[in-house]
């Protein structure tokens, strides 16, 4: 077999597999969307049809205009949205602040035990949530936070945090030491370099972190279901379960609330692609 047959067999292999690849990841999505314009006669009819003959959006008429036929769940869908946002948006923050200064910390400062806090962070990434929500469920009744978004922006922190200074470490790693020399040579301390200095050049870094950290705290169901009992902190995703009840499972409701929830990670994810793709990258190699 000549190098060029060899080649060329390499690169359909490659293509098909991509391909293919790209099929199971994007399908279960479309589905979703075409489940969402559907309606429950059309998704449960046999044989099954796979494109509805008529477009169906009455639900999402319901969710954003209410009017005949919305039930409680469609209208608390637009509470359980800012709830969400809020929720990720300042577990983001807080995750990005804190977990800057604690990979900086891990990175360029020698102490004790440093060795055995970096494995720890590791141990707790290990642990399913269903082992640790019942000491968090106590502890949030003590400090009479039960029901409160605030709950759920802690328990999401506990989440998010190892992962955000793991990335961070990676990227902190990448970057001269020199830079950090020169600023203190001319009168730099620490968090002044790290403020002006580390963090400006560590934009992709941050920027992969905060999506992976707004994503997990934005999808987060187990935490939120068990943490929050009313519209006073439910999230989207604890709402969109409320479409399963014990007469039966709405599934167009679901599929449009769905479409809905994975709209604002999908956008972000598109923004900030090239700055995800750089943190990652950069982030894998030293010097």
């Given at each position: 077999?000549s190098?060029?047959?060899?080649?060329?067999?390499?690169?359909?292999g490659?293509?098909?597999?991509?391909?293919?690849?790209?099929?199971?990841?994007i399908?279960?999505?479309?589905?979703l969307?075409?489940s969402?314009?559907s309606?429950?006669?059309q998704?449960?009819?046999?044989?099954?049809?796979w494109?509805?003959?008529?477009?169906?959006?009455e639900h999402?008429?319901?969710?954003?205009?209410?009017?005949?036929?919305?039930?409680?769940?469609?209208?608390?869908?637009?509470g359980g949205?800012?709830?969400s946002f809020?929720?990720?948006s300042?577990s983001t923050?807080?995750?990005l602040?804190?977990?800057?200064?604690?990979?900086?910390?891990?990175?360029?400062?020698?102490?004790?035990l440093?060795?055995?806090?970096?494995?720890?962070?590791?141990v707790t990434q290990?642990l399913?949530?269903?082992?640790?929500?019942?000491?968090?469920?106590?502890?949030?009744?003590?400090?009479?936070l039960?029901d409160?978004?605030w709950?759920?922006?802690?328990?999401n922190?506990?989440i998010?945090?190892p992962?955000?200074?793991?990335?961070l470490k990676?990227?902190f790693e990448?970057?001269?030491?020199?830079?950090?020399?020169?600023?203190?040579?001319?009168g730099c301390?620490?968090v002044g370099?790290?403020?002006r200095i580390i963090?400006?050049?560590?934009?992709?870094?941050?920027?992969?972190?905060?999506m992976?950290a707004f994503?997990?705290?934005?999808?987060e169901?187990?935490t939120?279901?068990?943490?929050?009992?009313?519209?006073?902190?439910?999230?989207l995703?604890?709402?969109?379960?409320?479409?399963?009840?014990?007469?039966?499972i709405?599934?167009?409701?679901m599929?449009?609330?769905g479409?809905l929830?994975?709209?604002?990670?999908v956008?972000?994810?598109?923004?900030f692609q090239?700055?995800i793709v750089?943190?990652?990258?950069?982030?894998?190699?030293?010097?």
């Amino acid at each position: 077999m000549s190098k060029r047959t060899r080649t060329l067999l390499y690169n359909v292999g490659l293509y098909t597999a991509v391909v293919v690849i790209c099929i199971c990841i994007i399908a279960p999505f479309a589905w979703l969307v075409l489940s969402s314009i559907s309606t429950r006669a059309q998704l449960t009819q046999v044989p099954l049809r796979w494109l509805p003959e008529e477009p169906n959006f009455e639900h999402y008429r319901r969710v954003f205009l209410g009017g005949p036929g919305a039930t409680s769940v469609h209208r608390n869908m637009r509470g359980g949205a800012l709830n969400s946002f809020v929720v990720a948006s300042i577990s983001t923050l807080i995750s990005l602040v804190a977990g800057s200064l604690a990979a900086y910390a891990f990175t360029r400062l020698r102490f004790r035990l440093k060795g055995p806090l970096l494995a720890t962070l590791i141990v707790t990434q290990l642990l399913p949530s269903v082992a640790i929500i019942t000491p968090m469920y106590i502890i949030m009744r003590t400090l009479n936070l039960l029901d409160t978004v605030w709950a759920l922006i802690l328990a999401n922190i506990t989440i998010i945090l190892p992962l955000i200074i793991w990335i961070l470490k990676g990227y902190f790693e990448s970057l001269p030491e020199g830079l950090e020399e020169a600023a203190r040579i001319d009168g730099c301390s620490r968090v002044g370099t790290l403020v002006r200095i580390i963090l400006p050049l560590s934009a992709p870094g941050l920027a992969a972190s905060g999506m992976f950290a707004f994503i997990i705290a934005w999808n987060e169901f187990f935490t939120a279901f068990i943490l929050s009992s009313t519209m006073n902190s439910k999230t989207l995703s604890v709402i969109i379960s409320e479409f399963s009840s014990k007469v039966g499972i709405d599934y167009v409701a679901m599929s449009t609330a769905g479409v809905l929830t994975s709209l604002p990670p999908v956008i972000l994810a598109l923004v900030f692609q090239r700055y995800i793709v750089q943190g990652l990258t950069a982030g894998a190699m030293k010097g």
